[in-house]
């Protein structure tokens, strides 16, 4: 099996984004699992079409794409994705959308294949915290996430695909009071559990709801 992971690189005033600081980090195996690595840019007209060229080259079996969510207490797997691109701020492009689709013959939204539930389990064993999140904004961590599964719903029958956003790291609350934050170490076992629990799950379903 491969599971082709993907973080995102800095943006707005920020110097480090914790997504791809932890991608490049993970284990190259994880539960028997290949797991390629993919920094993408945080560019809404660009990043949709580097993961596709990854996924027509690697075959992958999952995508995972990991993105940062300032304020958010801990990792938070997405169930869903809007087909909707509205920039509160301009990309790394200097692009900012307003009220656009992202893809005109697309559905209004689509459901993650990943067993959500299980992973937000695996990781609350592992002490952190962790919650299904049921918007991934309208920024471009939504798009990236849209996108795959429009290429999943056209083009990839047989992916599997989803996405997770985890905190800001302690480096970059210093100036931003009362804000959560999360280690590094602690951002890299949290995807690692994900991915375990994604390979241990894959062909059964995801029907126990988390507490």
């Known amino acids: 099996m491969k599971i082709l992971v993907t973080g995102f690189d800095p943006f707005s005033t920020d110097k480090i984004n914790p997504a791809f600081e932890t991608v ?6 994880i539960a028997d699992a290949t797991i390629l690595k993919l920094e993408i840019p945080t560019a809404f007209k660009r990043c949709g079409e580097v993961v596709h060229q990854e996924i027509v080259s690697a075959h992958p079996d999952y995508v995972l794409n990991v993105g940062q969510a300032g304020g958010r207490f801990g990792i938070t797997p997405e169930r869903i994705a809007i087909n909707l691109d509205d920039g509160r701020i301009a990309d790394n ?15 209004t939204a689509y459901f993650t294949q990943l067993p959500v539930n299980a992973m937000t389990r695996a990781i609350r064993k592992e002490g ?17 996430m849209y996108e795959v599964q429009y290429r999943r719903a056209t083009e990839f029958p047989e992916l599997k695909a989803g996405f997770m956003h985890i905190p800001f790291l302690p480096t970059q609350v210093v100036n931003r009071p009362n804000m959560p934050s999360q280690s590094l170490d602690d951002d890299i076992c949290g995807v690692v559990e994900a991915i375990k629990t994604m390979v241990e799950m894959d062909g059964r379903s995801d029907v126990d709801s988390i507490e």
Do not use: F, M, W
């Open 128 to 144: 952190l915290p962790s919650s299904i999140s049921l918007s991934a904004g309208t920024y471009v961590c939504n798009h990236i």
């Open 93 to 107: 492009d200097n692009y900012r959308p307003i009220n656009q689709p992202i893809e005109a013959d697309g559905a």
């Open 24 to 29: 490049k980090r993970l284990p190259d195996s």
